[in-house]
């Protein structure tokens, strides 16, 4: 049977339960927030997150994860047979390119 490991970037909104269930591993998305880079993963309160936004000086923006983010996850999952990647939109964003040259990198 071929092993397959699923990898989504965090602007999936993938419930951490379906995640766990499944097998499907997470690359977060970096936060600018007030000059400071917090990554959007399970140690992001995102209730906190919300009310934040509707107080915040400024909008804070998101910036895609490093193709060493996505390098990292391909090498612990080296022994799959296939690796599927599910980004967000080339088009709206830049993680599928950091997706893309980490697998030119692997």
Do not use: W
């Amino acid at each position: 049977m071929q092993k397959i490991k699923i990898l989504v970037d965090s602007g999936s909104d993938m419930p951490r339960e379906y995640c766990e269930m499944y097998g499907i591993s997470v690359v977060p998305l970096n936060l600018q927030i007030e000059g400071r880079t917090v990554l959007d993963d399970d140690n992001l309160d995102t209730a906190k997150y919300c009310e934040y936004l509707k107080v915040a000086p400024e909008v804070p923006k998101s910036a895609q994860p490093s193709p060493q983010a996505f390098l990292d996850q391909y090498r612990a999952n080296a022994d799959c047979e296939h690796i599927i990647v599910i980004t967000m939109s080339s088009k709206a964003s830049g993680t599928h390119q950091s997706a893309v040259m980490a697998r030119d990198l692997f």
